[in-house]
């Protein structure tokens, strides 16, 4: 999702707001909100542009791992951000490593039948 249409200052800068009687200390606080919002949307579209995909699947009954998730287009430089949802035993998450087409994850111990990870996969570190 590429940023299209930036927040432009000299459109909310119109003759509209001049009319108006914002002090020249108004004008400026505008411009730095202006200035946020627009890199805020450029990090959003950076953040969406290495994005390959994101996901959630139960990997429990496997062990402790390492357990293989499979992701089309992820290689081994590529990035992932994995979250443990829930499990049946106490775990954490102790290792993700990307992969070519997957990325491994190893938790502290085994976590049972039940372990739903959620996980975003990248090109690059976002």
């Known amino acids: 999702m590429a940023l ?3 927040i432009d200052l000299e459109v909310l800068d119109s003759p509209e707001v001049e009319g108006t009687q ?3 200390d108004m004008k400026r606080w505008l411009s730095n909100v202006v200035d946020i919002v627009n ?5 959003l579209d ?4 290495n ?6 699947v139960d990997i429990g009954g496997m062990g402790a791992g ?6 089309t287009g992820l290689t081994a430089s590529g990035y992932v951000n994995v979250n443990l949802i829930s499990s ?7 290792n993700v490593t990307p992969g070519n087409g997957s990325f491994s994850i ?15 996969a990248f090109i690059a570190k976002p």
């Open 4 to 6: 299209t249409n930036p």
């Open 22 to 24: 914002f002090s020249p």
């Open 39 to 43: 890199a805020s949307f450029a990090s």
């Open 46 to 49: 950076n953040y969406t542009t």
């Open 51 to 56: 994005l390959i995909t994101a996901s959630g």
């Open 66 to 71: 390492p357990i293989n998730v499979t992701v």
């Open 88 to 94: 049946s035993n106490p775990v954490f998450i102790s």
């Open 106 to 120: 190893t938790f502290s111990s085994d976590p049972g039948a039940s372990a739903i990870i959620v996980y975003q």
